[in-house]
């Protein structure tokens, strides 16, 4: 049963901290997407990958976040330092035309 | 800018009857419109995956339907149970597969 795993599930961590998030997607899948959701603004996307190459990143605040998929089985979505308002549910998804999504990483900054 | 916008925002129903959830976008470069299912505190369940050269796609009590002209989804869930209690989410994709998502409908049916 293929799926999208995503690592760690819950992460609490203080402000300044860097936090560092893992997404493995469905094997042959070539495109990955990294969301952000909050009860105020619902889903946002981050930044998306395209046989890994980065393909759209203008959803992320630069000066502190970084997507990078290292190799075909790993992306990681990275936060430097964090603040306070990046608490939110993380999610990865990949797909070729549908999207599957991650269980998510719950993150609370402090 | 590109909208996807869902009506109505919440929605509760009797258990066994046929409901329908809207979508509306404005981007007419549809690539495709994907249809999810959110339940508490879960990810996304993938539902139904509409291409732009399509007109509707079934999965056993649902029916997706998509209108490019007006710009505008429909998910038909037919005899609705409890266990379809859920946000349900759309989601419309352009040419470069950038997904903009819709705000939801929650939907809770009684018993």
């Known amino acids: 049963d293929a799926r999208v795993t995503q690592t760690p599930r819950h992460k609490v961590t203080e402000m300044g901290q860097e936090v560092t998030m893992r997404c493995q997607p469905i094997l042959g899948h070539n495109t990955v997407f990294w969301y952000r959701q909050t009860m105020m603004q619902g889903l946002e996307l981050l930044a998306y990958?395209?046989?890994?190459?980065?393909?759209?990143d203008s959803g992320m605040p630069k000066d502190r976040f970084s997507a990078e998929m290292p190799d075909a089985t790993l992306a990681t979505l990275k936060i430097q330092p964090s603040e306070p308002r990046d608490s939110a549910v993380y999610f990865c998804a990949s797909g070729l035309n549908e999207q599957f999504f991650g269980p998510g990483t719950r993150l609370t900054v402090l | 800018k590109q909208e996807v916008t869902q009506i109505p925002a919440a929605l509760s129903v009797p258990e066994g009857e046929n409901l329908v959830l809207n979508c509306s976008f404005t981007?007419?470069?549809?690539?495709?419109l994907q249809w999810f299912r959110q339940d508490p505190g879960k990810g996304l369940t993938s539902l139904l995956l509409?291409?732009?050269?399509?007109r509707e796609q079934t999965s056993g009590r649902l029916n997706a339907s998509l209108d490019k002209s007006s710009g505008r989804s429909t998910l038909y869930i037919a005899a609705s149970q409890p266990g379809d209690s859920a946000t349900y989410l759309c989601?419309?994709?352009?040419?470069?597969?950038?997904?903009?998502f819709g705000t939801g409908t929650r939907l809770k049916v009684l018993a």
């Open positions: 989601a419309q994709a352009s040419g470069t597969y950038k997904y903009i």
């Open positions: 990958f395209r046989n890994r190459a980065p393909l759209d």
């Open positions: 981007d007419s470069a549809i690539y495709n």
């Open positions: 509409i291409q732009s050269s399509q």
